[in-house]
């Protein structure tokens, strides 16, 4: 019978199964973070377990660290005693850490793939809901709860059930200053964000195989907004290339085994999907979103929907909800929408070629005055890469804050947040009410989109800039 | 854990769609290395002002909801960051049932760990439901039944028979699976021989 990718990968993991449908599946990689680690490592210290493949575990403190000079250590209180206990926990257990100072310190879903600890075929766990980045090499990567990190870290398997597959084919090529990252908004704002529920997505079609491997990452980063468990793409050769010589890549022989392995990983043809949507690359367009869910989407030539259109009480009603939070009028024409700050970073768009993206838009121009913005790369080699490129000079010179690499305003868990009513221009993936700072606004946005948002102080298109 | 078999409770019910767990639990309670006093917290921006003082108007500072030890909600309950810290939360206020007409996948997941039975009903029985809380009268949850008993009605829900089980009985997860140590070593061995760059040796 014909499989598609994630049957293949389930099959390959299965450690076994109850008639009832429940499996235990063997996870090949975990990740460890501060935030949904602590109560993990307490359970297994008080039920007397150890950790049962330290080497197959890799932990990072990424959410709770300063973004600014690291030299005096954490000053918020709660936040250093979490990042301590990641230290104190992952030395007892003998798992490797980046710890804080360590130049390969960076956010979970951007170290991993730097590594080459992310491989494909693989299952990859982490205590974090974009684990889903993980999927565009290939790997059946999800998020997990802290119960279930102690269960992986006890015996190095997951209960699951199995999802069902669904696939979104995405052809043709896309049009100048569109990136993945309109790619995806534009899916989550089709399917909505419970149209993956229950449901592993495999993107296919030749636009996603013409994506580089971070554009990738952007794309599978965000399945979860769409509620789907996981979301993955069929390994290629620009994967391949990606992970030779990556520090923890397979060497030597290993990694000619591995090859061999991974070649195989692909949907069979004939292979039954449970549900598949097909989008034309040529339609989609620079996008914003202008809600507090990912699914409030609109292109940038669009207009904020109005309440009196829509029908449907209960739709209505949180339309209106959405609308009075984020302090816009019916009918707006989305490039009226003035900014007050810009975040270029997180799991979705720190990378290094999402710096260059914006970098390129940002060259030789500034930033609107009364705009605060701020770049975050995703890890410190990525700072170190951007910094070799001159891009961090860019990026100052337009008016730009470097810093520290880190979740930072992603999530607001540090010091950078926004103030109640301050409206920001954001690459990260969730613009849910009080995300970014109680009271803030969030847009989300592609990197080009960012940064042209800085330049015009309002949300703008990124086209007018594209030279 | 915490077993699970009947409920007896006034429900409270939040009329909101698409509930993210940001929402029940804002990042800044994060910062926790506890399981436990994550309670006071709960839903906290809707819950409290900017000065810190409890709004009257939401359904869980209201009397008799603030003793609800069933929510009732709209759709896509749960969605967002997998922090478990909203299940405890939950768990931490009293509430250890939900009743939603869908729940986001890591948080469905995350309430069975807990002892939280997650219900799953169609939007005209939470209708039906959602009279009792307005009318501040009491419902009844069954697991073992799979039913849930208000006025002379019933409505029958599914639970995933080994996470009924487990709930049931409180089961711990880990140990259960730690039952089948022999399955996982060899899965191992064969691992090691088939795909030996998985373990980096
Ligand atoms: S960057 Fe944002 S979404 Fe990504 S792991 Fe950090 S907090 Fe989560």
């Known amino acids: 019978m014909p499989n598609t990718l994630y049957d293949k990968i389930w099959n390959d993991h299965l450690v076994d199964q109850q008639a009832d449908g429940t499996a235990l599946l063997f996870v090949d990689r975990h990740l460890v973070h501060e935030v949904t680690s602590p109560q993990a490592f307490e359970g297994l210290r008080n039920s007397n377990r150890k950790v049962r493949h330290p080497k197959l575990t890799l932990a990072v403190a990424d959410h709770n660290v300063p973004t600014t000079d690291r030299s005096k250590g954490i000053s918020d209180k709660e936040s250093k005693i979490q990042v301590d206990t990641l230290e104190a926990n992952c030395k007892e257990f003998g798992i490797k850490l980046f710890g804080m100072g360590d130049k390969r310190q960076g956010i979970v879903h951007i170290i991993g793939p730097e590594q080459g600890f992310t491989q494909p075929g693989t299952v990859i766990v982490c205590g974090d809901s974009h684990t889903a980045t993980h999927g565009a090499f290939g790997s059946l990567a999800f998020g997990i709860g802290t119960s279930e990190v102690e269960h992986v870290l006890a015996t190095q398997t997951l209960v699951q059930k199995k999802a069902k597959n669904f696939r979104i084919n995405v052809e043709g090529k896309l049009p100048l200053g569109v990136t993945s990252k309109d790619v995806i908004l534009q899916i989550i704002g089709k399917i909505g964000t419970a149209g993956g529920t229950g449901c592993v997505i495999e993107y296919a079609g030749d636009l996603i195989r013409s994506l580089s491997v971070e554009q990738r990452m952007t794309i599978c980063n965000m399945t979860i907004e769409g509620g789907a468990r996981a979301g993955l793409i069929a390994p290629d050769e620009k994967i391949f290339k990606y992970l030779e010589g990556k520090p923890m890549s397979p060497k030597g022989k290993n990694w000619e085994n591995a090859l061999g392995y991974w070649r195989n990983l692909k949907s069979d043809d004939g292979a039954k999907f449970d549900k598949e949507v097909n989008l034309k690359a040529e339609e989609i367009l620079p996008m914003i979103t202008w809600g507090t869910s990912p699914q409030d989407v609109i292109t940038i030539d669009g207009k904020i929907p109005n309440p009196q259109n829509e029908k449907n009480e209960d739709k209505k009603n949180s339309l209106e909800r959405a609308l009075n939070y984020m302090g816009l009028k019916p009918n707006m024409a989305a490039k009226d929408i003035k900014i007050d700050k810009v975040f270029i970073g997180s799991c979705t768009n720190g990378r290094i070629e999402d710096l260059r993206e914006a970098a390129k838009i940002l060259k030789d121009k500034k930033i609107a005055s009364h705009v605060h913005a701020m770049v975050v790369p995703g890890s410190g080699l990525v700072k170190e890469q951007a910094e070799q490129e001159g891009l961090d000079k860019i990026f100052v010179n337009s008016g730009f804050e470097w810093r520290e690499p880190g979740c930072s305003m992603c999530l607001a868990m540090n010091a950078d947040k926004l103030k109640p009513e301050e409206r920001c221009a954001s690459t990260s993936n969730r613009n849910f009410e009080g995300r970014q700072g109680r009271g803030g606004r969030t847009h989300l946005v592609s990197p080009g989109m960012a940064a042209a948002a800085a330049i015009s102080g309002s949300l703008d298109d990124v086209r007018k800039y594209q030279n | ?201």
Request: contains cysteine; proline residues 4%; aromatic residues 10%.
């Open chain 2, 1 to 201: 854990m915490q077993k699970f078999s009947t409920l007896k409770s006034i429900p409270a019910y939040l009329p909101i769609v698409n509930i993210d767990t940001d929402m029940i639990i804002p990042k800044q309670f994060l910062k926790t290395i506890k399981r436990t006093g994550l309670g006071k917290n709960l839903f906290f921006e809707m819950r409290y002002d900017d000065k810190g003082k409890e709004i009257n108007e939401f359904v869980l500072n209201k009397t008799p909801f603030n003793k609800s030890k069933i929510l009732i909600a709209g759709k896509n309950f749960g969605c967002g960051s997998s922090r478990e810290h909203a299940p405890w939360a939950l768990l931490d206020f009293g509430i250890t049932c939900v009743i939603s007409s869908s729940f986001a996948d890591i948080f469905h997941n995350n309430c069975f760990k807990n002892g939280i039975l997650p219900i799953i009903l169609n939007d005209d029985k939470i209708k039906e439901l959602s009279e009792y809380a307005n009318r501040k009268e009491e419902i009844f949850v069954d697991l073992n039944e799979e039913k849930v008993i208000y006025g002379n009605n019933e409505v029958r829900f599914k639970v995933d028979p080994f996470k009924k089980q487990c709930l049931l009985e409180g089961l711990d997860d880990i140990a259960l699976s730690l039952n089948k140590s022999k399955k996982i070593e060899s899965f191992e061995k064969d691992l090691k021989s088939q795909k030996p760059w998985i373990f980096n040796d």
